[in-house]
């Protein structure tokens, strides 16, 4: 399973951009790279999803150079209700056994936590 | 709503009683999923649901968890003999894909079990 490496914190202001970065050294061909936002008590929450080059969405733009060992979120002039964690998650979610079957293969780690302050 | 919803939002019990977790899926998400995420951690993978077959409870943290889902819609996650390790807030994902699938999850907004 590919494992990703993202700062433990990040502090910001509001009206700034806000990039993380993640790392992912060993992940696989087939592999996405998928960005979740979590607020406390609540579910995590689908920001971003991209293989490689650049997605960019309403909320996001997700930046994937082209060997694909790292990954850059950026968040444009982030606001106080952006502070949350962020998670980077690397994989499919669900992938096929050898033996045909299909099994769970998310690993979310520590995530990013973000603050933004006024 | 159309989103993920996981009852009761707060569970209190005393060590040693039984608890049950419900999720309703979104309708028409063929996967599902539960995580388990303790304080300050990310959410760690429980157990996943093809419909109605459980293909994968490798995450299960003993043989006092169990989940079912018997009509491929709503689950439930039940823990017997709760210990006070089993406190956390316990998280249901769904998803329209099967097999290789790159949909992103919807996640409820979990139960928060507290185990005195």
């Known amino acids: 399973l590919a494992k990703t490496t993202q700062p433990i914190s990040m502090d910001s202001y509001e009206g700034q951009e806000v990039n993380i970065t993640c790392s992912h050294n060993?992940?696989?061909?087939?592999?996405?790279i998928t960005w979740y936002q979590q607020f406390p008590s609540q579910g995590p929450r689908f920001i971003i999803q991209?293989?490689?080059t650049k997605v960019t969405n309403e909320v996001a733009s997700l930046f994937i150079p082209a060997d694909r060992k790292s990954s850059t979120l950026s968040l444009p002039r982030v606001s106080l209700s952006d502070t949350a964690v962020y998670y980077c998650?690397?994989?499919?979610?669900?992938?096929?056994?050898?033996?045909?079957?299909?099994?769970?293969?998310?690993?979310f780690g520590k995530g990013t936590k973000l603050s933004v302050k006024p | 709503g159309a989103g993920v919803s996981q009852s009761p939002r707060y569970k209190v019990a005393k060590r040693g009683q039984d608890v049950a977790l419900r999720c309703d899926p979104i309708?028409?998400?063929?996967?599902l999923f539960w995580y388990q995420q303790a304080l300050g951690q990310g959410p760690e993978f429980l157990t996943y649901?093809?419909?109605?077959?459980?293909?994968?409870k490798s995450g299960l943290p003993s043989d006092r968890f169990f989940a079912e889902r018997p009509e491929g819609s709503v689950s439930t996650l039940k823990i017997q003999r709760t210990q006070q390790e089993d406190s956390a807030v316990y998280l249901c994902?769904?998803?329209?894909?099967?097999?290789?699938?790159?949909?992103?999850?919807?996640f409820g907004d979990g139960t928060r079990l507290s185990i005195l």
């Open positions: 994902a769904s998803s329209l894909g099967t097999g290789n699938s790159n949909q992103p999850q919807h």
């Open positions: 060993n992940i696989a061909t087939n592999d996405y």
């Open positions: 991209g293989y490689k």
């Open positions: 998650l690397v994989g499919d979610p669900i992938v096929r056994s050898r033996y045909g079957g299909s099994q769970g293969n998310l690993i």
């Open positions: 309708s028409g998400h063929v996967s």
């Open positions: 649901f093809q419909n109605e077959a459980q293909l994968d």
